[in-house]
């Protein structure tokens, strides 16, 4: 197995860098990765004290650096002692600078302002709590999306990583002895998507659910005609009211956000 050690340099928090060596790191097989992070690297001197870390454990650099000096002096450092260094927002904000016809500001760390889209995800995040699992159902008309499914279809971590996307979002769960209010069915502001997963998936998370919870592994919940039941329940409600589906049995939670905010995103250009 391959290791390498990877810097990530940065004069604001890392996250970016973060996301993007994730991202990067996760199309490749038998590679170990040792990061190491330096996040708010402002001066010469800071930088001098962390390159002395950096050289002892000589790999690869990435970095994210605003001030000219520090990140010429690291380039520089790091051509001297032989390993690659880095800047992977440089050729996007080259190729916006030309877009816009205006240079970039240099401005570190901008995307954590806190301005109007700061505040609405925080606002987001705040509604999404309070309207999990079929809570606060008499102000729905004030969200963006709502998530219908049976138990156990990824309902709240799906809703809560679009609250972090800005989007307020309620969830309510499909149970056929017990149908949803009136109001789900006359919503006009949100969207409305069906969440739905296999019976076998289904079942083989709700059986792992219950031994979590010490209860026994062998009722209704998990057995195999009344999931179908509740899956076939669920798949009417949402043929019956022309809703979108998303089917997460092979999906992780980004994957169905994505999904969920592509809809939105075509029925606003829709309406435009």
């Known amino acids: 197995m391959q290791r390498l050690h990877l810097h990530l340099v940065s004069d604001s928090t890392g996250e970016t860098l973060e996301a993007i060596a994730k991202a990067s790191l996760a199309q490749f097989d038998s590679v170990e990765t040792v990061k190491h992070f330096w996040p708010l690297v402002r001066s ?20 994210t650096l605003v001030n000219r000096e520090i990140r010429r002096t690291l380039e520089n450092k790091c051509r001297a002692a032989g390993f690659p260094a880095i800047a992977p927002l440089d050729p996007v904000v080259g190729q916006l600078s030309e877009i ?21 995800r925080v606002e987001a995040i705040q ?10 159902w008499d102000n729905w008309e004030e969200a963006d999306i709502i998530l219908a ?22 969830n309510i769960p499909l149970v056929v002895e017990s149908p ?6 006359t919503l006009k502001n949100p969207m409305v998507v069906g969440l739905i997963t296999s019976a076998d998936r289904l079942i083989q998370v709700r059986r792992n659910r219950l031994l979590s919870l010490n209860q ?11 999931v179908a039941r509740e899956i076939a329940f669920a798949r009417r409600i949402f043929s019956d ?32």
């Open 149 to 170: 499914g049976v138990s156990r279809t990824s309902k709240t971590p799906t809703s809560i990583y679009l609250a972090n996307r800005g989007y307020k979002t309620a």
């Open 241 to 272: 009211n022309g809703w979108p589906v998303i089917d997460v049995t092979r999906k992780s939670i980004e994957e169905a956000a994505a999904a969920i905010i592509n809809l939105v995103n075509e029925r606003h250009l829709a309406r435009i």
């Open 100 to 120: 816009f016809g205006q240079s970039a500001t240099a401005r570190r760390g901008g995307q954590h302002a806190l301005d109007a889209a700061y505040f609405a």
């Open 44 to 63: 010469m001197k800071h930088l001098e004290r962390i390159f002395e870390d950096i050289a002892k454990n000589p790999g690869f650099v990435l970095f």
């Open 216 to 226: 026994a592994p062998e009722t209704d919940y998990v057995d195999q005609s009344a």
């Open 180 to 185: 949803p209010p009136e109001t789900l069915y």
């Open 127 to 136: 509604f999404t709590m309070a309207h999990d699992d079929g809570l606060n």
